[in-house]
């Protein structure tokens, strides 16, 4: 094996994946400016009620519930580069408006969630297409690294985008600017994305027929070693990651922290995600399914003992453990499950995945949010981690009967076609 292939940031030789990893820094860390510019904004317009937060929360992912299946298909079907210009720039369209209103002090809390419904409806296309892009960059081999790599500069944006839009709030007296400049960083994916080589993506031929959001999930359906750990992500997804909502609850309302203070809170749990994302760089192929469960559970328990935190500095610590444990549970099922799918499916298995993972905020939202209204903004961390406890338990249960089963790890049969036509693979 050579030194190049042994090295973590491996992926980074392939120059169109240079080029997305440099777009994405940017606009990632613009995106997380802006979501803790928009729960604060929030929480101003409303007197810190966890219902507003919850609403616009649900608003956000809404079309994510709704339409990510489509874009999935979407993602199978056209060239996903093309697709990702398109989102990009929609995106920038809808933050600046937003900015706008605000710098005008015109916004009113309806604005709000208008903006994130239809930032919403963007990332149905932009999230699944995006995820299925990494392999045309990189090929197969690379793609657990490439895959872990992006992970890692989400998170790095994750930990300078909070901070910085903390400390922008709190110096320029709004939040204007900070969405303003959100709205500028998506040009730089929609410039890395331009200049890319589109000779030296690894595209699949192009499809014999239309593809077809059913196929995908008889797909899944089919595979007892994909549908375990999807389902598992509904249920951790669905309780246990409402950070969005939960952490600001629990900065203002309990330990009554500034923006400032609001922003290193986020920003420590961002930083667990990046050493996890770092750690998975290591991984060289498929992770087992135990490896998935291992992982939620003890997820489940750190986000429980984040909300039994006694202060400020130790809910600092134990976000950190949880930003690790969440992120190391992502990766594992995400890479369990599209490096167990057959090429031709992948985008629309993994908009199941986005669907499941980031579609159930809408409800996950209301229900954590309505809990944390009623019993104080700990009970949100108590009521997600206890949930995802119980989820893993029954995940390794049926793990078990899965492992006893044919191998899981053989090659992926393909479902019947129902199209009428010869099964090929699906050009994006």
């Keep these: 094996m050579t030194r190049a292939w042994a090295h973590p940031f491996r992926s980074l030789a392939v120059r169109n994946f240079r080029l997305f990893a440099a777009g994405q820094v940017v606009s990632v860390a613009g995106t997380w400016m802006m979501v803790t510019a928009q729960d604060?904004?929030?929480?101003?317009?409303?007197?810190?009620?966890?219902?507003?937060?919850?609403?616009?929360?649900?608003?956000?992912?809404?079309p994510l519930l709704l339409l990510t299946l489509y874009g999935g298909r979407l993602a199978d079907?056209?060239?996903?580069?093309?697709?990702?210009?398109?989102?990009?720039?929609?995106s920038g369209v809808l933050a600046?408006?937003?900015?706008?209103?605000?710098?005008?002090?015109?916004?009113?809390?309806?604005?709000?969630?208008?903006?994130?419904?239809?930032?919403?409806?963007?990332?149905?296309?932009?999230?699944p297409t995006r995820m299925s892009f990494v392999s045309e960059l990189v090929g197969a081999d690379l793609l657990p690294n490439?895959?872990?790599?992006?992970?890692?500069?989400?998170?790095?944006?994750?930990?300078?985008?909070?901070?910085?839009?903390?400390?922008?709030?709190?110096?320029?007296?709004?939040?204007?600017?900070?969405?303003?400049?959100?709205?500028?960083?998506?040009?730089?994916?929609?410039?890395?994305?331009?200049?890319?080589?589109?000779?030296?993506?690894?595209?699949?031929?192009?499809?014999?027929?239309?593809?077809?959001?059913?196929?995908?999930?008889?797909?899944v359906r089919a595979r007892p070693d994909l549908l375990l750990p999807v389902c598992l992500v509904a249920v951790v997804g669905l309780f246990g990651l409402n950070f969005q909502l939960t952490l600001p609850l629990l900065a203002k309302t309990v330990f009554h922290a500034d923006?400032?203070?609001?922003?290193?809170?986020?920003?420590?749990?961002?930083?667990?995600?990046?050493?996890?994302a770092f750690a998975t760089t290591a991984r060289r192929g498929r992770p087992s399914g135990r490896q998935v469960v291992y992982?939620?559970?003890v997820f489940g328990a750190l986000e429980a003992a984040t909300g039994w935190a006694p202060g400020y500095a130790a809910a600092a610590a134990l976000l950190f453990l949880t930003g690790f444990a969440a992120?190391?549970?992502a990766q594992a099922a995400n890479h369990r499950i599209q490096l167990g799918s057959a090429p031709e499916f992948r985008g629309r298995v993994l908009a199941l995945y986005t669907l499941i993972l980031q579609g159930s905020t809408?409800?996950?939202?209301?229900?954590?949010?309505?809990?944390?209204?009623?019993?104080?903004?700990?009970?949100?961390?108590?009521?997600?981690?206890?949930?995802?406890?119980?989820?893993?338990?029954?995940?390794?249960?049926?793990?078990?009967?899965?492992?006893?089963?044919?191998?899981?790890?053989?090659?992926?049969?393909?479902?019947?076609?129902?199209?009428?036509?010869?099964?090929?693979a699906i050009r994006p």
């Excluded at 079907?77 to 929609?90: C, E, G, I, P, Q």
């Excluded at 916004?107 to 409806?121: D, K, N």
């Excluded at 206890?386 to 393909?414: H, I, N, Q, T, Y």
Aim: hydrophobic share 50%.
């Design 40 to 62: 604060w904004l929030v929480l101003e317009l409303t007197g810190d009620s966890g219902t507003a937060l919850g609403v616009v929360t649900a608003a956000q992912f809404t």
């Design 77 to 90: 079907r056209y060239d996903k580069r093309v697709l990702l210009v398109l989102a990009n720039l929609a």
């Design 96 to 127: 600046l408006g937003l900015a706008v209103l605000v710098l005008c002090d015109a916004v009113r809390l309806w604005h709000i969630g208008l903006f994130a419904l239809g930032l919403g409806v963007v990332n149905a296309v932009e999230v």
């Design 146 to 219: 490439a895959s872990a790599l992006s992970a890692a500069y989400f998170n790095v944006a994750r930990i300078a985008g909070p901070a910085l839009a903390g400390l922008l709030i709190t110096g320029l007296g709004g939040t204007g600017p900070v969405m303003a400049a959100n709205a500028a960083s998506y040009l730089a994916t929609v410039v890395g994305l331009r200049a890319m080589r589109p000779g030296e993506l690894h595209r699949p031929p192009r499809p014999a027929a239309r593809p077809r959001v059913v196929d995908g999930l008889r797909h």
């Design 259 to 276: 923006a400032a203070a609001f922003g290193l809170l986020t920003s420590c749990f961002a930083a667990g995600s990046l050493l996890a």
């Design 295 to 297: 992982s939620a559970l």
């Design 327 to 329: 992120l190391y549970f």
């Design 362 to 424: 809408p409800l996950g939202a209301l229900l954590v949010g309505a809990l944390s209204a009623r019993l104080g903004a700990r009970s949100g961390f108590w009521a997600g981690g206890l949930v995802s406890l119980a989820a893993g338990l029954a995940a390794w249960a049926a793990e078990r009967r899965v492992r006893d089963g044919p191998d899981p790890d053989g090659p992926p049969p393909r479902p019947p076609d129902h199209s009428g036509t010869d099964r090929r």
